[in-house]
């Protein structure tokens, strides 16, 4: 009996032994085996991150949308990836945008007015640009654009257009007032309005969106008062009252029954607006260039005013992509980004929306590029009408829009508008520094 279960634990033993043993089939491989086998390397980190799933959130018309679905689809069937493109109304507003990243299931990148960039960066929503963009944007970005991105030493955004505010003319009728060219001070445009006032032939002296916050700021600089650039008591917000604003203030509440509400899109009013224009009845109009390049008529100049040593110029309204902090695909999301921001996808986006390119290096060759003449070399070279904007910006130009439509409506004279703009600077908004 002692021998049998000798036997028997000598049995158990020998299986163990041999389940023990490397075979053949082992993930281990002897030296025997190496031979011509090739060594396993885990995929490279770029390819783990690149491969998987990217939300865009995006904000723009229906036609700019289907541009950038073609842009998108290009990229998907070069790179093993799926990206979801969604556009969410042109009316959403920062508290909305501000919701979507809130929630758990945030979007990888947004596109963002850069008004905005600064308050979600300082808030902690988003990346800074060195965590996910590989390129170059220090130098080879319009300083105008870039400008407005930068935030506690870091970049927070990858410019994508730029869309300044021009002053579209016809010289026929400023020529009836007495003016060869555009004012380009204040003291000129005193002048102007001095001889607009006088005659009776031009109903309108000036068209504008009343609903628009950075066209009016833009009229109040043209006609006096001072950017931030110019501003060194209050270098963050623009609503400092000057000699110079209140001036403006008042010369515009004179000019306010020759005033033109210019609606944007293509309803039945804004076609109106425009056919005034194209008829005389207004002399000057105050749009983004994307919206003059659209309305181009044989009788019309479009001009964007260069800066004076006052600082006194035009707005100039920016877009840039944005990675949400809450992503797990950083790499991913700059991929996809540098695609949709090269020197290829930028003079495609620009002939196809009318927004002008932030590259640089698309103005020194403008011509063959198809970019509009107007552009002056400040716009390249210079911050030219931008604004070093702040983290409260938002929720001051919504205050701001409000005052600014009523007081051009003629709901509140010139005294309550100026105390209005007094009043937006601090309590109720958080300084961020």
Do not use: C
């Amino acid at each position: 009996m002692k021998r049998r279960n000798h036997w028997l634990l000598f049995a158990i033993l020998l299986l163990a032994l041999i389940n023990l043993s490397p075979s053949k089939n082992s993930a281990n491989i002897s030296n025997e085996d190496v031979g011509n086998a090739e060594m396993i390397h885990p995929p490279s980190p770029e390819k783990v991150q690149e491969e998987g799933h990217l939300k865009i959130l995006v904000q723009m018309d229906e036609a700019d949308f289907t541009l950038l679905q073609q842009m998108n689809q290009s990229y998907m069937n070069t790179h093993p990836i799926q990206v979801e493109l969604v556009n969410i109304p042109p009316e959403a507003s920062y508290s909305s945008t501000e919701l979507q990243l809130e929630l758990g299931e945030s979007p990888d990148v947004l596109l963002l007015d850069n008004v905005w960039i600064r308050r979600f960066a300082a808030e902690g929503y988003l990346l800074p640009t060195e965590n996910y963009y590989f390129g170059s944007l220090t130098g080879e970005v319009l300083s105008s654009s870039l400008a407005q991105n930068e935030w506690n030493s870091y970049v927070w955004g990858v410019p994508l257009d730029v869309d300044p505010y021009v002053l579209a003319y016809n010289p026929v009728a400023l020529k009836q007032l007495g003016l060869e060219k555009l004012p380009t001070s204040a003291l000129e445009w005193t002048g102007l309005i001095s001889e607009f006032m006088n005659q009776q032939e031009i109903p309108y002296l000036l068209g504008l969106n009343y609903e628009d916050p950075f066209a009016s700021m833009s009229l109040l600089w043209q006609l006096g008062g001072e950017s931030l650039e110019a501003n060194e008591i209050s270098p963050i917000s623009p609503f400092t009252l000057t000699e110079e604003t209140e001036v403006a203030i008042r010369q515009i509440e004179l000019l306010r029954p020759h005033l033109l509400n210019l609606i944007e899109g293509s309803s039945e009013l804004a076609e109106d607006g425009w056919k005034k224009f194209y008829n005389g009845e207004v002399a000057i109009i105050l749009a983004r260039a994307s919206e003059a390049d659209v309305r181009q008529y044989p009788r019309m100049e479009i001009s964007f005013t260069e800066p004076t040593n006052s600082g006194r110029t035009m707005w100039i309204n920016g877009r840039s992509y944005v990675v949400s902090a809450q992503t797990d695909n950083a790499e991913a999301a700059g991929s996809w980004i540098s695609e949709m921001t090269n020197q290829a996808g930028q003079r495609d986006w620009y002939a196809m929306t009318g927004h002008l390119p932030v590259l640089k290096s698309l103005y020194y060759n403008s011509t063959k590029n198809g970019l509009p003449e107007w552009v002056p070399a400040s716009l390249v070279n210079k911050q030219g009408g931008s604004l070093p904007v702040g983290a409260t910006l938002p929720a001051q130009m919504d205050e701001f829009s409000r005052a600014s439509r009523e007081f051009l409506r003629g709901t509140i004279n010139a005294e309550d508008y100026m105390t209005r703009i007094s009043e937006i600077n601090d309590e109720t908004i958080i300084e961020v520094k």
